[in-house]
């Protein structure tokens, strides 16, 4: 079955734009969490989606947004660049939100955002 | 707060030496603890962990959790270059995915 597909694989932004990410989840998989991962800082939880409800939020501003469609498929929007949001952004899908598997989190590739 | 530390951080051994990597944990409502290997992108699937003291095992890789320590660690035996990666532990929290630092691991030929 097809994996995580996250799109577009890089993107390079000047400050002050805005960008969409897109994350389509494993088929079957209703639920899909987004993470921000930087050098300095790890893996940062930004939010999660279930059947098109933000079930959680991370501690980013409200600069970050996502939503998901009924297709199960996310975007995650981030408005006014800055050049800290420069960082790998990764999503993964699972079953639903209580799914506490392993084989449950499926992560994509990711998107490297290049903020300049 | 729910958190996830792992040790080291950076490791640097040669082509067939044995790594210990380190986790421990802080986890309200714990019920498993997850070993990610990361090596350009996406983050592969190891091992999960739900009880302790039962080693997994896959290939020269194993990993054990003890929960009443609340600690995990996976051994690489006799490693090779492409182990080189960095190692993610993740422990599910309530509401979201509580990861480590990462420990990034190079493996010199």
């Known amino acids: 079955k097809a994996g995580v597909t996250q799109t577009p694989r890089y993107l390079i932004k000047t400050r002050g734009q805005q960008v969409t990410l897109s994350c389509s989840p494993i088929?079957?998989?209703?639920?899909v969490s987004w993470y921000q991962q930087t050098p300095g800082q790890g893996l940062q939880f930004l939010f999660e989606y279930f059947s098109e409800t933000q079930r959680n939020k991370g501690n980013f501003p409200g600069r970050f947004s996502g939503r998901q469609f009924s297709n199960s498929r996310s975007e995650m929007n981030v408005s006014t660049l800055e050049l800290g949001d420069s960082a790998l952004y990764l999503c993964a899908s699972s079953l639903g939100p209580r799914d506490r598997g392993g084989h449950g989190y499926t992560f994509g590739s990711g998107t490297r955002l290049t903020v300049v | 707060e729910d958190k996830v530390v792992q040790s080291p951080l950076s490791l640097v051994v040669h082509e067939g030496d044995t790594v210990t990597l380190n986790c421990s944990y802080e986890?309200?409502?714990?019920?498993?603890l997850l070993w990610y290997k990361q090596e350009k992108k996406a983050p592969t699937f190891l091992f999960m962990l739900?009880?302790?003291?039962i080693e997994k095992k896959s290939g020269r890789l194993s990993s054990i959790l003890d929960k009443k320590e609340l600690f995990s660690i996976l051994n690489i035996t006799a490693t090779q270059t492409g182990d080189s990666a960095v190692y993610l532990c993740?422990?599910?929290?309530?509401?979201?995915?509580?990861f480590g630092q990462g420990t990034r691991l190079t493996i010199n030929p």
């Open positions: 986890v309200t409502n714990f019920r498993s």
């Open positions: 088929s079957g998989h209703r639920s």
């Open positions: 993740v422990v599910p929290g309530a509401q979201k995915l509580v």
């Open positions: 739900t009880s302790s003291g």
